[in-house]
């Protein structure tokens, strides 16, 4: 599949061109020439014609990539090699994350959508943090995108005073100036092109008509060579009006809205959703709350799991930091349990920096040893 999307089609008939064809094969079928049909095709190529602009924009994968293009360079390494070849690119539809609470959902997103304003310059980065404020969201974005630990800018004064032991107090201080040269970034503006947020404060809601409006309106403040992606943390607070009782009827109703904007619109969706009660056991897509509708409207679905992170009695998969003594780390299972844009289907290994709130990839050879430890 990604060497087809590797040879995108060059030309496609013109709107005149396509006009005459459909009345010449229906005046020899002996149907009659019908205006709706034309206009019908006209529309059908048309979207073939930006679906195929929007290939060559996007490189090989034929998606929005979380590596640098070819010719790209960059100072900071790619987080998530081995999850952007498992994507085959980050194509229009809707992406679900889903997992236990507090497992690292919203920092796994974050991380992404900084990668997509890393390596994609015609793509804009939309965020809508529903679960956590719109300050702590901001303070947690550039944390990790300074790659330094969230306290180095939320509460800077007591960092720098901690005691020292692996990291020095002059540590401290690198880091704190590190986290403020990239906040002033954001402040002025540099990225404001590429990367927006919103959340409840200042949309006044959670109801999927307000978030809507509030997508449809961003793609058309866009230009139209600009690829629009939507991030929501997370799924399970949209609020459908009449759907309020019932959580399961709520988030399928949310999954087929999602879906059906998604198409309309030939925009990429990235959201969190939270699990049903599942005792701690590696998590199923049935385990999702609206899962009879995410299995069809979804365009991929992973699922994440930590044996450290669900408190697992004897975890046997972690890791030890020099800087966190002896221990035990989370290590993140990331579970692709359905992608309709490539053929894979097994789980990846992140190391998580959870003070960071970033994550490091696992090379393929530990994570075959982490992958024989599941049962």
């Given at each position: 599949m990604n060497a087809a999307l590797s040879e995108p089609v060059t030309s496609l008939p013109s709107p005149g061109k396509v006009r005459d064809l459909v009345a010449?094969?229906?005046a020899l079928s002996?149907?009659?020439?019908?205006?709706a049909q034309s206009a019908i095709a006209r529309g059908t190529y048309e979207r073939m014609r930006r679906s195929n602009e929007a290939r060559k924009r996007?490189?090989?994968f034929g998606g929005l990539t979380l590596c640098p293009l070819e010719g790209q360079t960059h100072a900071e390494p790619a987080r998530f090699f081995q999850m952007n070849n498992a994507w085959g690119g980050l194509d229009h539809g809707v992406h679900l994350v889903g997992g236990e609470?507090?497992?690292g959902k919203s920092s796994l997103i974050r991380c992404i959508a900084y990668d997509i304003i890393r390596f994609n310059p015609k793509a804009h980065v939309r965020?809508?943090?529903?679960?956590?404020?719109?300050?702590?969201?901001?303070?947690?974005?550039?944390?990790?995108?300074?790659?330094?630990?969230?306290?180095a800018i939320a509460k800077p004064e007591g960092f720098v005073n901690k005691p020292e032991g692996f990291y020095k107090k002059r540590d401290y201080e690198r880091m704190v100036e590190r986290g403020n040269a990239m906040y002033s970034r954001f402040l002025a503006g540099e990225f404001?092109?590429?990367?927006?947020?919103?959340?409840?404060?200042?949309?006044?809601?959670?109801?999927?008509p307000v978030i809507e409006a509030d997508i449809r309106r961003t793609r058309e403040q866009l230009p139209a060579d600009v690829e629009l992606v939507c991030c929501i943390d997370n799924f399970h607070d949209v609020e459908i009006p009449g759907r309020e009782g019932d959580i399961n009827a709520r988030t399928e109703e949310t999954a087929t809205r999602a879906g059906k904007l998604c198409d309309q619109l030939g925009i990429t969706m990235l959201g969190t959703a939270e699990l049903k009660k599942n005792n701690q056991r590696r998590p199923t897509l049935d385990d999702i709350f609206g899962s009879r509708k995410w299995k069809y409207k979804a365009r991929s679905v992973i699922l994440l799991y930590s044996e450290v992170g669900v408190q697992k009695p004897n975890p046997r998969i972690y890791y030890e930091r020099p800087d966190h003594g002896d221990e035990q780390c989370s290590v993140l299972e990331v579970h692709f349990v359905k992608s309709k844009g490539n053929e894979f289907k097994g789980r990846l290994f992140y190391r998580q920096l959870t003070d960071v709130g970033t994550m490091i990839e696992v090379p393929y050879d530990e994570a075959k040893a982490y992958a024989a430890l599941i049962s």
């Open positions: 010449e094969s229906q002996g149907i009659p020439v019908i205006p996007r490189g090989r609470t507090n497992l965020f809508y943090t529903l679960d956590d404020a719109e300050d702590y969201f901001l303070d947690s974005f550039v944390a990790q995108a300074a790659n330094v630990p969230i306290n404001s092109e590429c990367f927006s947020f919103t959340g409840v404060a200042s949309l006044q809601s959670t109801e999927w």
